[in-house]
């Protein structure tokens, strides 16, 4: 009884916190963290996604919509180019799917069929491929002839580095080859668009052509003067880059190569093809 008189006013005042909170109906619930949560099929929303996803069905706006989070479509088996930076992000374009990287049927053929998107979209997707090979195979050629550097390595990574022409670097910059601004970069422009640091600096080129006369450029510097010894094979080639550091991707030189041999660029090697 000494502690309860003692006590009497913390007691009240527990006694009041209680009734008030009995009262007022308030509920008390305690989560216990799951390892393994479910995903809830409502939980993936087309909101904000653009109106054309709608057509596409919910299979493809999730592999989607997974995509963003990660380096379009970095998830769909690591085949893709373009992700939510603004290195490699898609530019403006009338494109029906800009989202999906141009480059994704080329490295994996099936997955338009495999995610049921419509047929207009993948003739879209590949039309824009083929269109820049038509269009850079005569300058690729060309500078096969004048550096030595196969047409076919020089397309597929012009194709993989601007997502066919679409990235904001090639559309802004006529950059198609990720080339970076020099130590000294005297009398060139360059642009910071993101990539390792917001320090990189990227070349801004006058026209693609002059992107393409700076690779051959750089491909014929000291750090890739052996890979001429590997002649017009592409493999060789593809796998030389990536040892010498072209790109971090440690997938580089096969999607060069996949690239390749799926478009059949090897044949733009052929003297007088």
């Known amino acids: 009884m000494d502690y309860a008189v003692h006590y009497s006013i913390e007691i009240l005042l ?3 916190i209680i009734y008030l909170c009995v009262s007022r109906g308030v509920a008390v619930r305690v989560d216990v963290h799951d390892p ?59 494109d029906p799917a800009p989202h999906i990287s141009n480059l994704t049927l080329v490295l994996s053929p099936d997955y338009g069929e495999r995610k049921k998107l419509p047929r207009h979209i993948i003739q879209a997707k590949r039309s824009r491929v083929s269109n820049y090979v038509e269009r850079y195979a005569p300058i690729a050629r060309r500078e096969m002839r ?13 194709l993989l580095e601007s997502n066919a022409g679409d990235s904001k670097l090639a559309v802004n910059s006529n950059n198609h080859f990720g080339i970076k601004c020099r130590a000294k970069c005297l009398g060139c422009t360059c642009r910071n668009y993101g ?33 001429k010894a590997h002649g017009t094979d592409y493999s060789k080639w593809a796998h030389g880059l990536k040892a010498c550091g072209y790109a971090t991707d440690r997938r580089y030189a096969q999607k060069l190569i996949t690239i390749i041999e799926n478009l059949q660029l090897d044949r733009f090697d052929v003297a007088g093809a």
Do not use: C
């Open 195 to 227: 990539d390792d640091t917001r320090y990189d600096m990227f070349r801004v080129f006058g026209s693609v052509e002059e992107s393409f006369q700076e690779h051959s450029t750089l491909l014929n510097s000291s750090r890739y003067a052996k890979l």
């Open 36 to 94: 393994n949560p479910t995903v809830r099929q409502e939980s993936v929303s087309e909101a904000g996604l653009g109106a054309w996803f709608s057509t596409i069905g919910r299979r493809a706006v999730a592999s989607l919509t997974d995509h963003r989070e990660s380096n379009v479509i970095r998830s769909l088996d690591s085949d893709a180019v373009s992700g939510p930076d603004e290195f490699t992000s898609v530019a403006l374009t009338d």
């Open 146 to 158: 004048d550096h030595g550097i196969p047409a076919s390595i020089t397309l597929a990574q012009g």
């Open 14 to 16: 527990i006694a009041l």
